[in-house]
């Protein structure tokens, strides 16, 4: 094995700062090994350091307190999902509503936990989706399904306005439950879709034809699109939303230097303050809300908030959802079929797909997003392969369970990562499980569901604009004075807006003589990192650019190069425990969601990958089969 710090062509020393042990494998192929765990950087251009990495362990209080702070950010966009199904399957009766919005926080938790422990491992929170709310509403709005009596359904996540003809009370027999088991199906074998997808390594091939350039408008219509829900709730109450802003800004970059004494205790001193922490650094987000929701129930104690929805400051009040928890059981554990059996039309399904293929591109962009917020190196194949493929098994169990929706990563937690800059796993892990507490204890959960709408709208103007700058800063890999690069990356933009814009708007053009088609391509144009992304990938792999233009070398410097035979095993993405057995059994190395993952042996035999590289062929060391087999790597320091 031979030691060598990486350098360019001109023999200066990349901007990784870090030595690395290359080793060339059986087939002589390089395999990039470090001891070290500490984030990549990209010299002048690095996000700030991180508090606590990807791997790092907080202590369990910091776990505790962070975890709620990512709760708390998910609980409002997660549980305007299921009041918007409740209504559409025509709920009236707010226990159940109660019951509905604790399931999906509970089956939440679950995913969280899985995804950050067995999935795509980076610390990224799961929530229902919108992109799966659209196909429901379309599937619910048939003659077939309608609530009776009802004029109108709105969309208020995209400002869609869906009217229906007034119906004859004459479908007695349908309940809500039945509509529920309709989209119980359509979620559960689109579900089967996105496994395959993800399992199989479709989404990992893909990759493989992803920049920078392709990434950027990706992350940022992801931000930027969702400034509609975070108005929606900002407007509510502009005063609290604005202060809720202020104090976000004030706690992560005005006081992030203020270190406060927290009382500790030891057998020497017993009780004392000498342990200082940055609590405004750690909990900016979380700080932010409790003291705006503390402050809304002053208001609203002291009458100084209007008592009517017509009044002013309305929607800040703490008392207008009550309802719910006075609705909620105590104790309520979600069980599968718990509304009945679920039901399968092969139109609605159709519909479902075209959502999961939405949330697939949503999910690509924010894991590298989660990634860079983390500090850690973008996620190999395999790591994306089974992100996508454990989200598909949630949403399987997710429909199971009842929830009306599934489950895809959570934009708004990611901004928090680099607002606290803590990427730890730990922290998103206990979030996990704090939701599957609290949707258990559907008493208790229930009160973080009647923290007022402007609140939440504060907090997620500033998280989806740290969302949109982060997806931006991917622009710094590439030669951003080439015209070939300012074309894709504008373009991109302006097409993923104005085509969703106009799909929204003009609902009946998009006529292919099939119900089923309609929905589909509809549900695909209307999704602004769909267009956006398909838009890029496309111009970025068909016009003519060097790899320096396109921000590849650069990337690959930083840590961010998607070659499988680049950082192909890095011991970040490992799953616990089950390592020493995953490295004995070689047939792995095919698997495509497994960390041994290599490459298809037919693509390996087709792009004759399996010689030895010239640049192996310069490099003067002792060949071990591949980076686990490194008498330098300790691989039992990465743990679950």
Known sequence: MAQEEFK???????????????????EGKDVVTSSKTEPYSNQGNELPPMLYGLSDTPPWYLCILLGMQHYLMMVGGSIATPFIV?????????????????????????????QTTIGVRLPIVQGTTFSLLIPAIAILNSDKWRCPDVNSLINVADNITLTTDTMATNVPDI??????????????????????????????????????????????????????????????????????????FLFSQYLKGVKLPIPGYNRTDGFNLKNRYAIFELLPVFLAMVISWLICLILTESGALGKDDTEMGYGARTDTKLDV???????????????????????????????????IVESIGDYFACARMSGARPPPRHAINRGIGIEGLMCFFGGWLGSGNGTTSHSENIGAIGLTGVGSRRVTQAAGLL??????????????????????????????????????????????????????????????????????ANTDALDTGNQSLNQLVHVLLSTNMFVGGA??????NTIPGSEADRGLL?????????????????????LPFVMPLIRKLNFLSYVPCCPTFDTFPWSCRL???????????????????????????DPESYVA
């Open 607 to 633: 792009r004759n990958c399996c010689k030895q590289s010239k640049r192996s062929e310069d490099i003067s060391a002792t060949p071990t089969t591949d980076l686990y087999k490194d008498p330098h790597f």
């Open 175 to 248: 309940t809500w439950m039945d509509r529920m088991c309709e989209i119980q199906g359509a979620i559960i074998i689109g579900a089967l879709f996105e496994m395959l997808v993800g399992f199989s390594g479709l989404t990992g091939l893909f990759i493989r034809f992803i920049s920078p350039l392709v990434v950027a408008p990706i992350i940022t219509l992801i931000g930027l699109s969702l400034f509609a829900v975070a108005t929606d709730y900002a407007s509510k109450q502009w005063g609290i939303s604005l202060l809720t802003m202020a104090l976000v």
């Open 554 to 574: 650069a990337w690959r410097r930083s840590g961010g190069d998607l070659d499988p035979n680049v950082y192909r095993h890095d011991p970040d993405y490992d």
């Open 435 to 504: 939701m599957i507490i609290f949707g258990a204890l559907a008493k208790f959960g229930a009160v973080f569901v009647t923290m007022p709408d402007p609140v939440i709208g504060g907090v997620f103007m500033a998280m989806f604009a740290m969302i949109a700058a982060v997806g931006i800063s991917n622009l710094q890999f590439t030669n951003m004075n080439s015209p070939r690069n300012l074309l894709i990356f504008g373009f991109s933009l302006i097409m993923g807006f104005g085509v969703p814009y106009w799909a929204k």
């Open 86 to 114: 409740s209504d559409i399957l025509c709920v009236t009766d707010m226990k159940t509503k109660s019951e509905i919005v604790g399931t999906t926080i509970f089956f939440s938790g679950i995913a969280t936990f899985c």
């Open 535 to 540: 838009i890029a990938f496309l111009l970025d």
């Open 325 to 359: 928890i006075r609705e909620a059981l105590w104790i309520r554990i979600p069980y599968p079929c718990q509304w009945g059996l679920p039901t399968i039309a092969i139109s609605s399904v159709i519909g479902m797909v075209s959502g999961y293929l939405s949330s």
């Open 8 to 26: 360019d062509d001109e023999g200066i020393p990349l901007n990784d700062n870090r030595t690395k042990d290359i080793n060339v494998d059986e």
